[in-house]
């Protein structure tokens, strides 16, 4: 599916988590984190420590970003931590295909030097999407059945109107695991806090290590437009043709 000129579309991250518990492996991340911004420097020469305080030791953030590497526009940008690495776009510059050429790049360089051979890893393609809703002018819920074809029925609550709403569920697709979540929320625009309703959509798979490259060849794009046609069926309707 091709890119909306006025899409909801926030960030798209592609993501990878293995096990980073033990004390062998967050040594080896240690040297992780150099030999891959050597490796990439000429792409992502910008290395931004993310630790508050970079004394505090690396199992205090087990599966968080520690560090981030970009260029002179700040996108894309790839972040790694103990036991995480993902690679992320905003909507601004989004492209399937260069996004896809920059995870690749990026992956094979990780693939090189991360000495995971023998373990398994959870592979992750998300996107984030902010829907701008001003919530004083509409009834939430009939909002959310017109816009977004979900319905939520509670006769009892009729004569009170919602002012937030979650919604999370997960499916087995071929790809691996489906998952789905939507949220009212804020979201910084332009320095301001504007209110809307946020989801975030995404395929996961453990593979083993080994078949990390045959992934993001041949069931990564699949994942990607598996994604993109949920997307059109959940917003179908005046909500997709606003995007156009």
Same mark, same amino acid.
């Given at each position: ?9 926030? *960030?798209?991250? /592609? *993501? ?11 040594? &080896? ?7 891959? /911004? ?11 420590? @993310?630790?508050?305080?970079?004394? +505090?030791?690396?199992?205090?953030? +087990? ?14 940008? %790839?972040? @790694? ?12 510059? %989004? ?6 050429? =920059? ?5 094979? +360089? ?13 592979? !992750? @393609?998300? %996107?984030?999407? /902010? ?14 059945? &017109? ?16 002012? =937030?709403?979650?919604?999370?569920? =997960? ?14 929320? %804020? ?11 946020? =989801? *975030?959509?995404? +395929?996961? &798979? ?5 078949? @990390? ?9 699949? !994942? ?5 046609? /949920? ?12 995007? &156009?």
């Amino acid at each position: 599916m091709s890119k909306l000129p006025h899409a909801p579309l926030v *960030e798209v991250i /592609f *993501e990878i988590r293995w096990n980073s518990t033990d004390r062998a492996n967050l040594e &080896k991340f240690q040297l992780l984190i150099g030999s891959m /911004f050597t490796a990439l420097q000429a792409d992502f020469p910008n290395a931004i420590n @993310l630790r508050p305080d970079p004394a +505090i030791p690396f199992n205090a953030f +087990i599966g968080v970003p520690t560090h981030r590497f970009t260029n002179a526009n700040g996108y894309p940008m %790839y972040q @790694l931590g103990p036991g995480v690495l993902s690679v992320n776009m905003i909507d601004s510059g %989004y492209d399937w295909d260069s996004f896809m050429a =920059t995870t690749k790049s990026i992956v094979s +360089i990780f693939e090189q030097l991360s000495e995971l051979s023998g373990q398994k890893v959870t592979l !992750a @393609l998300k %996107y984030l999407d /902010f829907f701008k809703v001003n919530f004083s002018e509409i009834d939430l819920l009939a909002y959310i059945k &017109k816009n977004f074809h979900l319905s939520v029925e509670a006769p009892y609550l009729s004569d009170s109107k919602a002012k =937030t709403f979650s919604f999370a569920t =997960t499916y087995a697709v071929d790809m691996g695991t489906f998952a789905v979540t939507m949220n009212t929320g %804020y979201n910084n625009v332009g320095g301001r806090q504007i209110e809307g309703i946020i =989801t *975030e959509s995404n +395929i996961s &798979k453990e593979i083993p290590f080994e078949a @990390l490259n045959d992934y993001i060849a041949n069931t990564l794009p699949s !994942a990607h437009e598996l994604l993109g046609q /949920f997307f059109k069926e959940l917003t179908k309707g005046e909500l997709y043709d606003s995007f &156009k």
